[in-house]
């Protein structure tokens, strides 16, 4: 006989007969996907436990039984009854779990292990079991060489929620990871290790160079991957990427095949960023800026056939290019140099190479002396000048940085050198004038960190501005949200503002350039863009004969120019039949730092238009940088980095997730060790409300109470009304948390989403509901009353956990394992359903209740009151109020510390009345306290007296410094504000105890 039994909650079932034999055992396997759910046996538990089972611990897809068994059932119901054994889990992830019922709180070191289980489960792959719309994340690929900071923690902290939530939900979630090969940090790291054995990399040669690399990658490539899983990220790993796989390669080639003969893509000398020590040029958006201490040399122009005294002076921060100097200009309203107009000046230094003295609205006349020397092959704005007017272009500099011929006698000398002779040598000639300190702008290369140098070089570019207009078309018309919304106004801005995009690097790591010269031919007017080495020499062969020889060009692509393609390139494209293309691209949502929307982000979205006909995602979701308690950036040199694993091992990964997830979108969060603390107490919080949950369950042999337990349902108004006061309270205040919290993930509110659960956890479920279920499991002759707290309990933290599972996903785990009710995995869980029935009614009521109880702990606060010591209360309210109050008599006397026996409920005043304290709870709720309950009123009025004597001696000498003319007009105004403070402080004290003292001395004195 077979039945499908519910293997939640008995997974281990015995049939004993009274004489405690065993008869008959049978196994349940807790694999959902199994079909071995059903195993054979001849016995099941009573059909009245089954057929009203709570949906909670039994979902209505495993709640059937064959009509066999209920047959046998009745046979032997007078002779067995069932006992239920320790609830196993699974051979598959036995000893991967801990119960809190054994373990004083939640061990980090478990979660390494629940993180395997997850992945050899297969829970972080998609699946279409429950829906057709997929949820996709492209992962930002951090690269090869990285190691884990705390702006990886916070990506994978932000994208894991929102797949853990979605997954949840029953969509097929797809988070794609992978890494980026890191053109130039990758080439450095792999220089130094070889300059660390006395090579270098052109002592190799490129092939085995690469080799190199590759077997580095190998080695230590898969660091920031292990790292990332650590902080328990649910993606796909068996679809993980590396940006130079051979596929991701073919679409890289493919992409720059396509713009090439779109027209898109030209070679050309330019003025570009020049990075001497990586000896490769690096994008305007690789360069940062830095302000640090300089100089501004003044240095006198001759005007040619003008007398001695007839000189421009130009305050320049770099002399060395006055060499690669084609004109002087100046202002044309500047009336001090107006006659120099149209003559020529004679560049220093230079055996007297005269340049023109031009006019030009550029020219700043506040800057230094108003006049600007125009050396366009060495600065972006000369050089923009220079094209407009038509100036010639003069290189001084080799690509190593140091001086040319063009430099003449300086030819050779590194840059900073020639600046430090050119200047002593123009001292020398009295053509300096003075050299004052200058706080520069100096722009360094973001990966090397050295200064780099504008300076003309053939460099393969990318036109952008009809890759632009598409993109800005995307989220004029709504096809793309960029959140927070203030980012598209800096999305627009630049895209409006774009420039041709450098593409090409001088390394050998990274995807090689797909274009080939001909042997003896001009390289700039006779090349080939192919897919492959073979379609090129047979491109070539058709056009100057099958002799012909081709080489390829030695650069590489922009790391960049593949990272734009990474959303459908790691899909399967340019191959649109594929299956993960079709199936998942468009992708959902890019989430990312906002310092790389334009590195990264505003080039995706170009792509992907271009290439695909669709924007590559449809949300933007920009989070801020992580910067220390003060708000600084986190930096060696402060010595205030907080390293994300070593706050792993002290605080949990839990708790990290907890704290970063509660920033706001795109701005900064400082990160402080007292916030990691407060939510590691958050996470013991957790833990220990599942421990008192799990040793206030029924015996597991105690069946007719967990068939008790079954009763109560949660998803009617009927059955939620039948319910007591506390607990359709804390039911209907979960309702309405699930509707408030999942519209805040579905609007990526997630700073929202943290605070709202805890706050409903902490403020409502453990410090009141818990606490008033002990009425009902500790202080109640009703069994009926305790069932029905087990069953809340269960059900309201069951439905926390799952809330809570995408921002802490370990511990809920964890707990949710430990629990009768779980499922197979918590994040393989269906999400709470929302518009849940809740009663506000109840919600008002059980909050007089709770302002009631508020009032009498502050009264037995402010009298001392032993905390075990139980005092008599009435209760004074209309009938309406006294009718529920009274009926949670058992809480309020719990949490209250009243006396059971003498608590009164009734509608007006008692006899006592002027001998109790009067508390107004709320309108239309008091309580009167007896004294002589909580205080022995004679000693009290003593201690009172002399309370109240300090407290005058210390009032009457405050006002005396205040009545002192000189204390008032001499201190510092806020020491004078500082007793004014205290005074009136100190003023309602004594008020308070006069008014305490006086009822005190008329109770005495009835």
Partial sequence: MHAQFHSQFFPFCFLVDVSGQTKMAFYLSLSSSSSAAATSCCCAPPSSLYSRL????????????????????????????????????????????????????????????????????????????????????????????????????????????????????????????????????????????????????????????????????????????????????????????????????????????????????????????????????????????????????????????????????????????????????????????????????????????????????????DFGTGVLKISPGHDHNDYLLARKLGLPILNVMNKDATLNEVAGLYCGLDRFEARKKLWSDLEETGLAVKKEAYNLRVPRSQRGGEIVEPLISKQWFVTMEPLAEKALKAVEKGELTIMPERFEKIYKHWLSNIKDWCISRQLWWGHRIPVWYIVGKDSEEEYIVARNGAEALEKAQEKYGKHVEIYQDPDVLDTWFSSGLWPFSTL?????????????????????????????????????????????????????????????????????????????????????????????????????????????????????????????????????????????????????????LAERWVVSKLHILIDTVTSSYDKYFFGDVGRELYDFFWADFADWYIEASKARLYHSESQSRASVAQSVLLYVFGNILKMLHPFMPFVTEELWQALPSREEALMASAWPLTSLPRHVESIKQFENLQALTRSIRNIRAEYSVEPAKRISASIVASSEVIEYISREKEVLALLCRLDLQNMIFTDSAPGNANQSVHIVASEGLEAYLPLADMVDISSEVERLSKRLVKMQAEYDGLMARLSSPSFVEKAPEHIVRGVQEKAREAEEKLTLTRNQLAFLESSVLV
């Avoid at 373990?103 to 429950?130: C, H, L, M, T, V």
């Avoid at 801020?624 to 091992?649: A, C, E, F, H």
């Avoid at 708790?655 to 509660?662: G, K, P």
């Fill in 572 to 724: 399967g494209w340019p191959d649109v039949s594929a299956e993960d293309f079709k199936r998942f691209y468009p992708t959902s949502i890019l989430e990312t730092g906002h310092d790389i929307l334009f590195f990264w982000v505003a080039r995706m979205v170009m792509m992907g238009i271009e290439f695909t006909g669709t924007v590559p995602f449809t949300n933007v979701y920009l989070h801020g940088l992580i910067r220390d308690s003060q708000g600084r950036k986190m930096s060696k040199t402060l010595g205030n980095v907080i390293d994300p694993l070593d706050t792993i091992q002290e605080y949990g990964t839990d708790a990290l997730r907890f704290t970063l997830a509660l920033g706001t979108p795109g701005q900064d969060l400082n990160l402080s060790v007292e916030r990691l603390a407060s939510n590691k107490a958050f996470t013991n919080k957790l833990w220990n409300a599942g421990k008192f949950i799990l040793q206030n369950l029924p015996s597991k042999s105690d069946l007719s109470s967990w068939e008790a337990l079954s009763i109560y349902k949660f998803d009617m108004v009927e059955s939620l009304l039948k319910l007591p």
């Fill in 54 to 365: 709570n949906p909670l611990f039994f979902p209505q897809r495993r709640r059937n039984f064959t009509s066999t068994l209920s047959g046998l059932r009745r046979r032997r119901r007078s002779k067995t009854k069932f006992y239920t054994v320790a609830a196993a889990v699974s051979a598959e992830n036995a000893g991967v779990f801990t119960s809190p019922e054994t373990a004083k709180s939640f061990d980090f070191a478990n979660e390494e292990r629940i993180y395997k289980w997850w992945e050899s489960q297969g829970y972080f792959k998609p699946s279409f079991d429950r829906g057709s719309d997929p949820f996709v994340v492209p992962m930002p690929p951090p690269n090869v060489t990285g190691s884990l900071h705390m702006g990886h923690a916070m990506f994978v902290t932000l994208e894991d929620i929102m797949v853990r939530y979605h997954r949840m939900k029953g969509r097929p979630t797809l988070w794609l990871p992978g890494t980026d090969h890191a053109g130039i940090a990758t080439q450095l790291v792999v220089e130094r290790m070889l300059a660390s054995e006395g090579i270098q990399r052109v002592d190799l040669g490129r092939e085995e160079f690469a080799k190199r690399i590759w077997d580095w990658k190998e080695k230590y490539g898969g660091t920031i991957t292990n790292q990332i899983k650590r902080l328990g990220a649910s993606c796909d790993w068996t679809r993980e990427r590396f940006t130079l796989d051979a596929e991701l390669s073919r679409a890289v080639v493919e992409a720059f095949v396509r713009l090439h003969e779109k027209g898109l893509i030209y070679q050309g000398s330019y003025l570009v960023n020049w990075s001497p020590n990586l000896q490769t040029a690096v994008s305007d958006l690789e360069v940062e800026y830095s302000q640090e201490p300089g100089a501004l040399y003044y240095i006198k122009y001759r005007v040619a056939g003008g007398s001695r005294d007839d000189y421009l002076t130009i305050a320049t921060t770099r002399p060395e290019t006055l060499f690669g100097d084609t004109a002087v200009a100046v202002n044309p309203e500047d009336e001090r140099y107006s006659k120099y107009i149209g003559k020529m000046a004679i560049v220093p230094l230079t055996f007297g190479r005269h340049v023109p003295i031009i006019s030009d609205k550029y020219v700043d006349k």
